[in-house]
């Protein structure tokens, strides 16, 4: 890769005033977002709760040794109180707590002998509207509630599975709701978002030894000379502090956005799958101005090296998953380590990524597609493009391989405007950027980000199906 930088007589002063401006205004928007993202409600409890939801369900249908894996306590009191904080939660942050919670908990402490606590609950969940007021009308005077009324109820009823299966049993009774196929279905699912990631972990471990032994002894494979597109300091800046945040994450949202609202407003399909549409339009959209100036920034500088400017070689296939897949399973255990001691030491901060709620909650098949090849197709080929295509080789130049990787690192994180979940971006970053020296592709890089969302959207389909 060259090392010529422009000079300052070389460089347009509308160009240095333009980068100065995008920089300063990213600056801004990035400040107010990760400030902003402390007062985004978190997916993480949502996630636990759902977890301990499917161990409730799983309960019989688990074998004693792998029972207390799966949950060392009672599920049972651990769900009382992860449905208590919620709903405190809601009522202190002046939300109303959801329908849904509110009658799950009467239905717990129904189950659990509390049949007074539970028909307060109830009789307050009464006035409202909605499938779970309904049902609670329906549970305070049973005898009003004819059964295909109380069918019907069940039809409408949103909500996670032990929810509706909680509501059968008790509209129903146990014998009409297929408890035993419901148990083997939540043992499955519990099974497949635990044992899997437990198996990922341990093979991650296993792979860091192997590298960090290999390193010690002077095995290690020297790294593939860096290949990046020879941009300047100043270019990288408009493309992405002006492009990706200033044209993307700005503008395009607030002319895309509501011309997006108008097309869908009028179709006769479900508001999930408008979300979803939304979404995967609205990201496109996104892409298309950073890459049309990435298009302009490239187009004097000619073909470029053999595999381009950007260095995705994607061939062999073969070599490119293997490497994403090392990464991957790499970079597993270190993200699991800093999420881990960061919800030791500073609790959950909240502000996690609202797609996330829309996957976990959303039961659209065409929806989920949506959103699914949003995170696993898109994101990762965009974000690595901008950050490990061209910011990590400019900042290598500039500054080293190590303080390039940690640069990108930074910004990839910061970028994604959340607070809570910068360190472990963080700490993907660096993963991702350890994968582009080593490999010297960016498409083992692009298939590392697509393995890491898939693994995170998989887990939140699982888990809200």
Known sequence: MSTEHESNNQTPSWKSALALVSLALSLLLWLNGLVSSLQRPSVGDDLSRRQLELTVLAQGNLSEPIRPLLNAGDPLQSLQESLTTAITSSEEDGRTPSPELLLEQALLLQRIGKA?????????????????????????????????????????????TLLRQWSCEALLGEGACNGEAVARRASTQLLSVTLLPGVGLIAGIALLLWELWRRWRGKAQSAAPWQGPNLSGLDTILLVAGGFVVVGELLTPLLVAPLLTRLLQDLPIDAVLKQGISVVALYGALMAGPLVILRLLLKPLGPG???????????????????ALKGFLMVLPLVSLVGWLQ????????????????????????????????????????????????????????????????????????????????PPLMVLGLGLGWLRWRSGRLGSCVLMHALWNSLTFLNLVVLGW
């Not at 307060?120 to 609670?136: E, H, N, Q």
């Not at 090296?305 to 490497?323: A, E, V, Y």
């Not at 990524?353 to 829309?358: A, C, H």
């Open 305 to 323: 090296p053999q595999g381009g400017w950007l260095q995705f070689r994607w061939s062999p296939p073969q070599l490119c998953f293997g490497q």
């Open 116 to 160: 007074e606590e539970s028909k307060a609950v109830l009789k307050d969940l009464r006035s409202g509207t909605g499938a779970p007021s309904a049902i609670a009308g329906a549970l305070l005077a049973p005898e009003a509630s004819p059964l295909s009324e109380r069918e019907g109820l069940l039809d409408q009823l949103k909500g996670s």
């Open 343 to 422: 919800g030791q030491l500073f609790g959950d901060p909240g502000g996690s990524n609202p797609l996330l709620e829309l996957v976990l909650n959303g039961h659209n098949v065409p929806a989920l597609a949506c959103f699914g090849v949003t995170a696993i197709v898109m994101a990762p080929l965009f974000e690595e493009t901008i950050f490990r295509g061209v910011l990590l080789p400019v900042a290598a130049r500039y500054w080293g391989s190590a303080w390039g990787i940690v640069a990108s690192a930074a910004v990839f994180a910061v970028a994604h405007s959340s607070l809570g979940e910068f």
